[in-house]
């Protein structure tokens, strides 16, 4: 069965600063990956997702993550953390035998503050 | 493009009523919608899949009588919540399949009291 493990469930970073996020999933073959930013009382934007190809993913707001198939990853980083980036963030594997947009499984999440 | 609506966005009811929550793809057709359910600081859970002219899936552990899911239209999912209690109270957030991956509404936030 798949499943994802977001280990850190809280991180504080200031303004300005460089920011990783980690996930490591479990699915026995090759994944589908999604990062998702979720603000307060919110529903879920995608931010960007890993179906082939170019394991270092761009996605929206400045993102980016790299699969790294050896170590079961897809870290989330951006280079300069802004306020706004302040959320909760998800990442999901999804099934590549249905096409990636069946069901999902998520992490629990890690919550971001960014100090100013 | 790609944009889910869910409505209403806040609800508060009376333990033992029923309470329907929509969701609608605004300009795209979804032949399948998933129902999650969100605990406060929780993972999103799935709880059902919701496909177009038939039945819901159902995920282990969900009651289906409890809450019923209709998906009469490309563009429209609907679930009730039958019988609530105060233990249903949670954020439930849809999200509408299309080519390029799910895309998820707003959410609901359902308070029973």
């Known amino acids: 069965a798949q499943s994802v493990t977001q280990p850190d469930i809280h991180i504080t970073v200031s303004e300005g600063a460089s920011l990783e996020l980690r996930c490591n999933y479990s699915?026995?073959?090759?994944?589908?990956l999604f990062w998702y930013v979720q603000s307060p009382g919110q529903g879920l934007q995608l931010l960007l997702k890993y179906f082939s190809g170019d394991t270092l993913v761009q996605g929206i707001k400045g993102f980016e993550a790299e699969f790294k198939r050896s170590q079961s990853s897809f870290n989330l980083r951006k280079p300069s953390v802004h306020w706004s980036d302040a959320a909760e963030y998800f990442c999901a594997v999804g099934d590549s035998t249905q096409g990636g947009s069946e069901k999902l499984v998520f992490g629990k999440g890690t919550k971001l503050t960014v100090n100013p | 493009g790609a944009v889910v609506s869910q409505h209403p966005s806040r609800v508060i009811c009376k333990s033992g009523t029923s309470v329907k929550i929509e969701c609608r793809s605004l300009d795209f057709q979804a032949t399948t919608m998933f129902w999650y359910r969100q605990f406060p600081k929780q993972s999103l859970m799935l709880m059902a899949t919701s496909n177009e002219g038939s039945k819901a899936t159902y995920e282990q552990g969900v009651e289906k009588d409890k809450f019923l899911i209709n998906h009469a239209s490309l563009t429209l999912s609907t679930l009730t919540v039958t019988s609530a209690h105060p233990e249903d109270s949670s954020f439930y957030i849809c999200?509408?399949?299309?080519?390029?991956?799910?895309?998820f509404g707003p959410g609901t936030r359902l308070t029973v009291t």
């Open positions: 999200s509408a399949r299309a080519q390029a991956g799910q895309y």
């Open positions: 699915y026995g073959a090759t994944p589908y």
